[in-house]
């Protein structure tokens, strides 16, 4: 499974991408990834989750999960994230912090 | 504070209504009187819920009443905020803030992805152990001087809007953003980033997004998202100054300095001076500012092209004054609508000039050095 993150805007404006290899992850990290993944519902999720205006300095994410049996995207306004959406960026965020 | 989603009037006819009339007047629009009395009514209505979860004081006791604002609360459980429009009741030791007093409130979020969990410090308190919370308090100050001093506006909404802050924010939180009622402060990742407190133009930056919303209510996308961004850059800046006593000749011009990470020590995240230099490393890679519309972005995140914006204010202020260049600009903002363009602005702004210099408040070259910078700036 391939994960392929990026963040738009903030206070800073500066762009954050990061391509996460799930299996390359320690176990106990991809299963948490997974986990978190199916909680979210992230496959049914419609491609474009957008905040009625877009509030000034709130993130901007795009999230491609890439599997050998599908591959979505999802584009959301921080402000409109469904909470279990919302736990999942927060993960991604972090791994992609580490890289 | 709610956009309408459907104009019946179509919005270029707007617009040169507006045109019309923020080229006569020096008042603000009723559009953005009526904004500002409905964020008031709600922060009444919040904080008439919070008072009623403080108990009556004790018969027995004195009851110690500071000198500017309501009567110390006393021991309350302490309830975590469940909602931005339900904060927590006011911990024992901390005064209640009465609405409408311009009043500051600090919540500190704990590192937990929610707003306004435990309230710290509310105005008048004493100063806590923990630094960022005093910074938060100070920088609200500092950003409420500028605004009565320099510009002789009541808090946001020119009402005394009481001004909530979040210190601490979720996890290594690389933000800081006004959500429409509150002021949050991240912590940074460390890397890129420090606490989002620790420089003063980014509250300046953040609480100007609420006076956008409660004046011109510039629309987040394209110019006008570009003039949003680039206004609340100009009013963060003149706070930064300001704190710092220094003009437009001294100041540095820059923004979001004083959160660069230690390794970052000597970048910034924009500079209004000259657009596109403010950082160029591995880290950050390197800033995409345009320095005038030759290199404007179509389409471009608000905060790109801002800097088009951004370096005409300086020429305006290297050339008037700060403080000078300032009511300008807020005069400008009072008369703007939510699509107003750069050129739109650019009338605005020599229209309030020329009312400003007739006042004696601004130099009487002022209107010329308007037109002149935009010109310069290629917005004309």
Redo the contacts between chains.
């Keep these: 499974m391939k994960i392929q993150f990026e963040r738009k805007g903030g206070f800073a404006g500066i762009p954050v991408a990061a391509t996460i290899e799930v299996d390359q992850l320690p176990q106990p990290q991809a299963k948490d990834v997974h986990r978190t993944i199916e909680a979210a519902g992230f496959f049914s999720l419609p491609s474009n989750i957008s905040a009625p205006a877009p509030q000034p300095d709130r993130f901007r994410y795009r999230v491609t999960i890439q599997t050998p049996q599908q591959t979505h995207t999802v584009s959301v306004d921080e402000t409109a994230a469904p909470p279990a959406l919302r736990s999942l960026i927060e993960k991604l965020s972090s791994l992609a912090r580490k890289k | 504070m709610n ?1 309408p989603i459907c104009y019946y009037i179509p919005a270029h006819v707007l617009a040169n209504i507006n045109l019309a009339r923020a080229k006569d007047l020096s008042e603000p629009g009723s559009l953005q009187q009526s904004a500002k009395v409905s964020e008031a009514f709600r922060q009444r209505r919040r904080q008439a819920g919070t008072a009623a979860l403080t108990p009556a004081p004790p018969s027995a006791g004195p009851t110690r009443v500071p000198a500017s604002s309501g009567t110390r609360s006393h021991s309350v459980p302490v309830t975590r905020g469940s909602s931005a429009l339900a904060p927590a009741a006011i911990p024992a030791g901390l005064t209640t803030p009465i609405p409408g007093t311009h009043a500051r409130l600090i919540y500190d979020d704990q590192n937990q ?1 929610a707003f306004d969990l435990v309230d710290v410090r509310n105005e008048d308190d004493p100063a806590l152990p923990g630094q960022n919370v005093n910074l938060a308090y100070d920088a609200l100050g500092a950003t409420l001087e500028f605004y009565r001093e320099v510009l002789g506006r009541n808090s946001i909404d020119n009402l005394g809007l009481n001004l909530d802050a979040n210190v601490n924010y ?3 939180f ?7 009622t509150r002021m949050v402060f991240g912590n940074g ?1 460390g ?3 420090q606490d ?1 407190t620790k420089d003063v133009d ?1 509250p300046g ?2 609480l100007t ?1 609420g006076v956008t919303q409660f004046t011109a209510g510039l ?3 394209d110019q006008p998202g570009a003039l ?2 680039a206004t ?1 850059d100009i009013f963060g800046a003149c706070v930064d100054a300001r704190v710092n006593h220094q003009d437009a000749g001294s100041f540095n011009w820059l923004i ?1 300095e004083g959160i660069m990470a230690p390794q970052l020590y000597g970048e910034a ?2 500079s209004m001076a000259y657009p596109g230099t403010a950082y160029d490393n591995s880290v ?2 390197r800033d995409p500012q345009p320095a005038t519309m030759a290199g404007y972005v179509p389409g471009g ?4 092209n801002s800097g088009i914006i951004n370096r005409w204010f300086y020429l305006m202020a290297t050339d008037l004054g700060m403080d000078e260049a300032a009511k300008i600009w807020y005069a400008t903002l009072q008369n703007l609508w939510p699509t107003a363009q750069f050129a739109d602005t650019a009338q605005v702004a020599a229209a309030q000039a020329r009312i400003l210099a007739r006042a004696g408040t601004v130099p009487s070259r002022a209107p010329q050095t308007v037109r002149g910078t935009a010109r310069e700036q290629g917005i004309i």
Excluded: C, K, T
């Design positions: 956009q992805w979720g996890v290594d690389d933000n800081a953003f006004w959500d429409g990742d890397n890129i980033f989002f980014v930056h953040e997004h629309q987040y996308s949003n961004e609340s979001g995240l924009r950050m890679g995140d608000p905060h790109v």
